[in-house]
């Protein structure tokens, strides 16, 4: 492993104090916005709201949250619909309109007993599968039984459930919920009910910011006003006793007449509880049967409603910019970041993967997996997407056993799918910390593959209120921008102008920066053997340990006197070799506090390629100047005496590339080969192609 030493400048100083004047940052229009880039709400599977999502992120200071809800829960694919009630649980898919295709989609749905238990007070409590009474369809019901000695309401509970939480649904859609209820034996104080437990929401007059909705259905014929007690919404239901009534809750009309504050649609149907509530030694019989969750919408069209939540989310709280991306999870979980993310056809992409038998059905999964998630990855490409891959190391629900050093051979061999970023920034996740990813990430970038770096929460809401800044996995990232908005933001994250780090523990500005104006996120290719290059970090407190870290190792540690870093340094390049450096700052008690993207210098482009957003070129004195709308494959200087030719391959839609010659090179023929074609303009030194079309190599006579 290459290991390279920082040389000073002869006088060179540390920029240290408010009567200093430090140089600005190469680039200082655009400005550093704090976004939370993977985060889950009402869509997914958690507690979280979007709503409540964002009094997190107002209480944070953040500028912008970049969703990322799971995309096949945010459309309800595969979700489960219906239950019989034959058994305690049932195959998943049973009476659904869709059967399994592989080995994920298969399992099950069924009811079990509240995790809470049965209250010390029950004398009575049971659920079982009776096939004695006759029941609304099929065979057997659920028959429940309670009674509670003690003088205030208590129930006995089961929840529904089912693999993988297909259960679940996104209120988005207008969800009605079917039910068929046997009423045996009730009274004033003891009745049967049904619950629906939903997202967290801010209910005005509450001791606490936010918590969990409830619809609380309860069979009652005393009377039919429905009331607010906190976060639960009582409403009362008439029925007729000794047969079966067939209910149709609209939990939509609901949830909206119940906490009319917040929008009805952002909310996840997290839990369906069926069971008893008693007090006074009163009991209740009741039978339950015939089940049907109904979607009012499904697919595309229900995440354009998740899309209009957040428009009017950002008009209630401008201050904090909603971006709609998607985690993509079905199949592996990555994250897409573009001006328009969509809903895989995971349908047709897992049956044109070639795995599927001519009975419907993938054996081998982990190769159809491969398969599906590269076409989604270069389908997002197409769109001038980019793609995060996720929690590299699994999740502490499914932590990868596997050692960092598999783990990483594994990612070299799949290239990571073509994806652009990984997510780095977490303190600990799946029992792995932070020097874990941060090693990984290193040595994915020596090994040719040079990656953008994320810090990210991948908050579900389950940690209830203040998560955002408590939890332990609380990182963001700062991305440069000219403005909060999503193309801005993407310009800036797809050219790599991002660091990352805890918000409660820093909100200053990271820069790497060179003379030639490259900056932090640039994959620059150079003949240069010397470089100089300015480390800059504001916003320090005194004690703030600062690395400066070359090609995985820290080769140079300075400890903070006062609020900026500011070190400008010549830096060799050995010829064998890339090289790439990148800034690390912990607090005097070693908190991390916040993290740098590279600044890459590479002999050649790295086999993956490289985006316009972020080449960079240095050749004999040739630079790069601006390039847009191409992927750059290959760059070749071959200098003669009295000139030279430069050849750039790649491929590219519309693109545009502009070259500053030296001085005393004047560029003079431009030439467009194998495949592409495009138009030039020369103006002195300095050259611009543009209109470049298809793939091919551009020849340059200079």
């Not at 009474?133 to 205030?152: E, I, K, R, V, W």
């Not at 129930?155 to 089912?162: C, D, E, P, V």
């Not at 039919?224 to 000794?242: A, H, L, N, Q, S």
């Not at 201050?319 to 990555?334: K, T």
């Amino acid at each position: 492993m290459q290991i390279i030493r920082l040389i000073p400048f002869a006088g060179a100083a540390l920029v240290l104090g408010a009567t200093s004047s430090p140089s600005p940052p190469a680039n200082a229009a655009p400005q550093p916005y704090s976004v939370q880039m993977h985060v889950h709400g009402s869509p997914s599977e958690g507690k979280g709201s979007m709503e409540s999502g964002t009094w997190e992120a107002e209480q944070m200071g953040l500028d912008a949250i970049w969703w990322s809800d799971h995309d096949w829960r945010a459309s309800h694919y595969r979700s489960v619909s219906r239950f019989g009630f034959e058994n305690f649980t049932e195959d998943l898919g049973d009476g659904e309109p869709w059967a399994p295709m592989f080995d994920l989609e298969l399992g099950h749905k069924g009811f079990l007993l509240d995790p809470k238990g049965v209250p010390p007070t029950f004398t009575l409590a049971s659920m079982v599968v009776d096939s004695a009474t006759p029941p609304d369809t099929g065979q057997a019901s659920f028959q429940l039984q309670a009674s509670n000695s003690a003088s205030d309401w208590a129930s006995f509970k089961g929840n529904f459930g089912a693999s993988r939480g297909r259960a679940r649904r996104f209120l988005a859609s207008g969800i009605q919920l079917e039910m068929a209820i046997l009423p045996d034996t009730l009274s004033a104080d003891a009745r049967p009910f049904v619950d629906i437990t939903l997202s967290q929401h801010l209910v005005p007059g509450e001791a606490v910011a936010y918590d969990n909705v409830v619809l609380h259905y309860f069979l009652n014929n005393s009377g039919t006003t429905p009331w607010r007690d906190g976060f639960t919404y009582y409403i009362p239901v008439p029925y007729t006793k000794g047969q079966w009534n067939h209910f149709l809750f609209d939990l939509n009309a609901d949830v909206a007449a119940g906490f009319p504050n917040s929008h009805p649609g952002d909310n996840s149907l997290r839990t369906i509880s069926i069971g008893i509530e008693s007090k006074n030694d009163a009991l209740c019989i009741a039978n339950y049967d015939s089940m049907i969750i109904h979607d009012g919408a499904a697919g595309p069209e229900l995440f354009k409603r998740q899309a209009r939540i957040l428009e009017l989310l950002e008009n209630l709280k401008p201050q904090v910019a909603q971006l709609q991306g998607a985690e993509i999870s079905y199949l592996r979980h990555l994250n897409e970041f573009s001006l328009s993310a969509q809903i895989p056809d995971y349908e047709r992409y897992i049956t044109e993967s070639g795995y599927m038998d001519a009975n419907g059905w993938v054996a081998d999964t982990e190769a159809m997996k491969d398969v599906v998630v590269q076409r989604i990855v270069n389908d997002i490409h197409l769109r001038g997407g980019v793609v995060s891959y996720n929690h590299l190391f699994g999740t502490e629900g499914s932590p990868n056993p596997d050692t960092k050093e598999q783990i990483l051979a594994d990612l070299i061999a799949n290239n990571l799918f073509s994806t652009d970023i990984l997510e780095v920034g977490y303190r600990e996740r799946a029992y792995r910390p932070l020097e874990d990813f941060l090693w990984v990430w290193d040595q994915l970038a020596l090994n040719g593959i040079p990656l953008i770096g994320n810090g990210v929460s991948d908050s579900h809401g389950n940690g209830g209120v203040n998560d955002w800044q408590s939890r332990k996995n609380n990182f963001v990232s700062w991305i440069y921008a000219d403005s909060p908005s999503k193309p801005d933001l993407l310009e800036g994250l797809k050219a790599g102008r991002i660091f990352f780090g805890d918000k409660t523990q820093f909100d200053g500005t990271v820069e790497l920066t060179t003379p030639e104006q490259f900056d932090m996120g640039k994959i620059i290719v150079t003949d240069k053997t010397l470089q100089g290059l300015r480390f800059r970090v504001d916003g320090l407190v005194a004690g703030d340990e600062v690395k400066i870290i070359s090609n995985g190792i820290p080769v140079r540690t300075h400890t903070a006197q006062s609020s900026i870093y500011n070190r400008a340094v010549p830096v060799p390049l050995p010829t064998m070799t890339d090289n790439f450096f990148r800034i690390e700052v912990r607090s005097s008690q070693g908190v991390e506090k916040v993290f740098s993207n590279p600044i890459w210098f590479v002999r050649e482009v790295p086999a993956r390629g490289v985006s316009a957003s972020q080449f960079g070129m240095d050749l004999g004195g040739i630079l790069s100047e601006k390039a847009k709308n191409m992927r750059i494959r290959n760059v070749l200087n071959s200098p003669f005496v009295g000139g030279g030719i430069l050849f750039i391959t790649g491929a590219a839609k519309n693109g545009e590339l502009t070259l500053e010659f030296p001085a005393a090179t004047m560029p003079w023929k431009v030439r467009y080969l194998n495949g592409i074609s495009g138009n030039h303009q020369i103006n002195g030194t300095r050259l611009t192609v543009y209109n470049l079309q298809g793939i091919g190599t551009i020849a340059i006579n200079y």
